[in-house]
């Protein structure tokens, strides 16, 4: 399990399910959501690593200066 892994779970169980009253499938959705989301910039990062032109795209798109 990842760092973060944790802390997506509990937002998505607590936060959301609890507290926001979502359904299972709202909840599944939205952590297929943040998979996909993790895939993206982990292939992102490493493409950024080939080509240091995509790093400034990256950082960028993630906020940083």
Do not use: K, N
Not at 5 to 11: R, T, Y
Not at 12 to 18: G, P
Not at 35 to 45: I, P
């Amino acid at each position: 399990m990842t760092p973060i892994a944790p802390l997506i779970e509990a937002f998505l169980c607590e936060t959301l399910a609890r507290q926001r009253g979502i359904s299972r499938h709202t909840r599944d959705s939205y952590a297929l959501s943040f998979q996909l989301l993790f895939v993206f910039a982990a292939e992102t990062l490493r493409q950024a690593d080939r080509a240091p032109q995509a790093r400034v795209v990256m950082v960028s798109w993630i906020g940083g200066d």
